[in-house]
C-alpha cells in the first residue's frame, strides 16, 4: 500500500474551473480503490464547496506566518482532503486564480508559492500528523514549487509532477524571487529561472523524480517547439523520466444510463431513448424542438486554445446547412460579444449559454447528436470523452488527448467496429467545415450512424487502467 499526497489547485466537486478538477477529484478516488493511502492538499478558497464535514486540524507556522489546516473528505470516498486555511489569501470571492472581472490575483506567485510551502510541510510530515507520504503527486504550475523545495530536504519522499497544460506556466517577474524568498540553490537558469522570470513549472519540470503528461501524443507533442513554449529542451533532455498517462472519466458522474441530471437516462441497448434529451435540450434554448435537425454541441473555456475562433469562422456557413448549434461557456469577452451577435442574427439555429452550469453541461453531453472539439492543442480533453459515453458523437482534430481517444470513421474503421467520431487535421476553418459536413453525410445514413454511437459508447474511459499505470510509476520511483 502506498501513501501519497496529491498537491492541486482544484478538486471536483470542491472546486472547479476545467479538467484539472475533474482528474484531482477522481484519480484519487481510483487509487484509493486500489487499496492505497490517498491525501490530497488545496487551498481554502471562499468558493470551495463541500457537503462532508470540515474539522480544524493543525496549525503550521511558516514565512513568519500562522495558517490552518483543516480536513474534511472527497464527497462520497474515503480521501481525506487537508484544506490550507489562510482568509489573507483564499477569502475572496472570485475563482482560485482570478478575480470577479477575470483578472488574475496580483498575488498569485505569494498565493501560490505558500501553498507550496505548507505542501512540504505536509509532505515531510512536519505537520505531526503522523503521516508521512512515499509519493507527494503535484500538478500543473501551482504546486510546481514543491518538487523544488522538497529537492532540498533528506529523506523525502519521491516526487511525480503531472502536466496539465503547458500553456500556464505561473510565470512572474524576477523581483519575485525575494519576495518568495528562493533559495540560492534553486534561483539560477538552470532551475527556476525562465528568461529572468521566476517559473513555477519549471519546479516540477526540473525537480520532479518524474513528469507525467495527460496522454501519450501531448508527451511527445510538447517535446516541440510547437507546444514546448521554449521548455522543449528541457523537456527533451528529461525525457527519459516523461511519460504520459491518458485520464479516465469518473462514471459516478458522467453515466448516461445513471446520470441524474439528464432528462432521460439511456444506455447502448435503449439508444433510442436518447431524443428525449435532444428536445428537452432543444426546448431549454428555445430552439425548435425537431429530432430531424443535427444538433451539434459546444461545452468549455473560450479561449483560442479550443478553437472557438475557428468555429467562428464556421457559423455563418453553417447556418446555411440544416443543422442547429448550442454552446455553453465562458471566457474571452471578445469571442463571447461574437458568439452572441451570431445568436441573436440566427435565434432558430443558434443559441448561446455564457456561464458555469455543471447540470447543463450533461444535458449537453446527452442531447446534442454531435460534439465540437475543434482545438489547437488539448493535452486531454475530457469532454470528447464523456460525448462518446453518450452516443454523442465528437468532432475533433487531430493532435494530443483527442488523438489518443477518438478514432476516425472510415471505411476500415468501420468494417472493424471502432469508428468512433471525426477527425480532421489542419487547423483552419476550412478543414473543421469539410469535418462538419462529413458528420451530416454520416448522420444521414441512421445505419451508420447508429453504428459509430455504438462503438463510441462502448469504449473503456474508465479510471481503472490509469490509476493503474500511475500505481505501476509510483512503485517504480
Ligand atoms: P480544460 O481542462 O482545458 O478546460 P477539459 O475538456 O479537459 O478542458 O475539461 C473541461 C471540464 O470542464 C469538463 O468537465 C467540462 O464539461 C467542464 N466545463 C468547461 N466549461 C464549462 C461550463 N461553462 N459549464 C460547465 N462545465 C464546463
New binding site residues.
Partial sequence: MKKILFVTSEAHPLI?T???A?VCGSLPKALAELSNDIKLIIPNYQALKTSENVRFLCSVRVDNRNINILETRIPDSNVIVWLVDYPAYFNYPGNPYVDEKGEPWTNNAERFGLFCRIAVEASMDRIYQDWKPDVVHCNDWQSGLVPAFLSLEHDRPSTVFTI??MAYQGLFPASTAALLNLPGQLWHPAGLEFHEMVSFIKGGLVYADHITTVSPTYALEIQTPEFGYGLEGLLDHRKEFLGGIINGIDLDQWDSETDPLITQPYTAATLNKKHFNKSALQARFALPVNDNIPLFGL???LVE?KGIDLILECLPEMVNLNMQFVL???GDKNFEKQLKKLALEHPDKIAISI????A??HLIEAGADIFLMPSRFEP????QM?SQRYGTIPIVRKTGGLADTVTDTLPETLANHTASGIMFTEAGSGALLEAIKRALILYSIPETWKKMQLNAMKKDFSWQNSAEQYLALYESL
Fill in positions: 472547479k476545467g479538467g484539472l475533474d496539465h497544460n461545452i468549455g473555456r486554445q455553453l461557456g465562458s456561464g458555469y452550469d455543471e447543463l453541461a486531454c480533453g475530457l469532454n464523456y
